[in-house]
């Protein structure tokens, strides 16, 4: 299982900050944490941007490229961002995410399609609607895959992201059930006949949860996740306990050129 | 995933005692606290039997029949210490195990075709030696299956044990990532058209290695396992840790109809 490191976020303050005063050494600083924590690859996500700051994206991928040569996953819902984006980097980035919404089909895919990059495929429907059954998902997989392979997108392109729910949520452990099954639909072949990749944000569980649920619940969703054919996991790798666990479960299913789907 | 407690095992001194004096009060006291501790089987292993005490499985069987209403494992690799179990047996019980050694194939399979019982198949080849590779894990567990319908038993009644590793082997490590993989494929139905049934001894793990390898070891490997769509665990319920886990792992992936196959 690969790592994504989540920590280049607009939810980190430090982040925030940096893009404000256009100042690239505190994300350089945490860009090189994070690969010597043991990332595989880093994800960028400005937050929301006004039309005027549409560049900010292209500003962090240049700062982390001086210092880290980490694959890149392009996190924005808004295509304008990720072009910026996708134009400033060296190596191809992940674009995250396409949902079924209109406006995203419109113009996230034929980016992707444009560039042939990879492209996350977030378990949303056309109105940003999570659905919580098994049987749910594995149909909005079923449907974004196809708008993909019409528009010329290879099936290697595509990473799905079932979508971890808050635990919070009244359904938040039957969600991570359905999530769990879905992953394993999809790594092992059985749904479209060959594996594909699959990727979660672990942070969504606990979301405003730090308290109320003891780190081993996020262990073990995580180890269950990686027994269930991960591949990618999106996580904040400077929190020991995280990086802890992934070398436990890297020591148990090393990586192989599969998981790199 | 159910689990199957291992306490009834004749590596503990107060069963081997029991069994010895003949006193069912020890083995009730194990199976009333294994329950209490939330195993949903009983795994009883009376260890090896000289002919002058094949009877001692019935003993077992009868002495904790008394007290629980838990469905049994014989564990014994000796026909004739199964088919007096059996006898004693108020519920079909599920035997445990059948390998590629000829002298089970000859007397045990029979055996569980006459009772139609479940039948735990342990990936062992005719020299009872435990191959270590997925492929080799896929090919025993295919000829292991072919033999069970040849002789008549429907494919329900299977139960695959793909083996977990002492990890002090050197390729420890290794061969837990096959059997992950191994239980994926049989677990989602992607070897043998429909999912079959799994089953892993977790104390496999750590023999003599208590204090080499934290318990979070065990913790992800189960953890990874029931991601993969393991069925039964064998293990230790009456340890804190170990039942702890379990809990959480069942919290967040409850049992289904399915996973009592």
């Known amino acids: 299982m690969m790592v994504a490191a989540d920590n280049l976020h607009a939810n980190n303050p430090v982040v925030v900050e940096a893009l404000k005063s256009l100042d690239p050494r505190p994300l350089q600083q945490i860009a090189r ?14 937050g929301y941007l006004s039309k005027r700051h549409e560049d900010r994206m292209a ?16 996190d924005s819902p808004n295509p304008s961002v990720l072009r910026k984006g996708l134009l400033a980097c060296s190596m191809r980035p992940i674009f995250n995410a ?13 980016l992707a399609v444009e560039y042939d990059t990879k492209l996350v495929l977030l378990l949303l429907d056309e109105h940003s609607f999570s659905p919580p059954r098994l049987d749910e998902k594995i149909a909005l997989a079923t449907e974004l895959r196809s708008h993909c392979l019409a528009a010329g997108l290879e099936e290697d392109r595509l990473i799905f992201d079932p979508l971890l729910p808050n635990l919070q949520w009244p359904d938040g452990f039957l969600r991570v059930k359905a999530v769990i099954e879905a992953v394993r639909w999809l790594a092992d072949g059985s749904l479209f006949g060959e594996p594909v990749g699959t990727i979660v944000g672990l942070s969504n569980l606990r979301s405003g ?53």
């Open 33 to 46: 944490r994070c690969q010597l924590a043991g990332a595989d690859l880093l994800d960028l996500n400005p």
């Open 98 to 110: 396409l949902t079924l919404e209109k406006p995203k089909l419109e113009q996230i895919l034929p």
């Open 209 to 261: 949860l730090r308290r109320q649920y003891p780190w081993q619940l996020e262990a073990t969703c995580l180890a269950m996740l990686a027994g269930a054919g991960l591949s990618y996991v999106l996580g904040d790798v400077l929190q020991p306990e995280f990086s802890g666990q992934m070398a436990l479960i890297n020591r148990l299913n090393p990586p192989s050129n599969h998981s790199s789907t």
């Open 59 to 74: 500003f962090m991928v240049e700062a982390v490229q001086e210092v880290s040569d980490l694959p890149l996953i392009l």
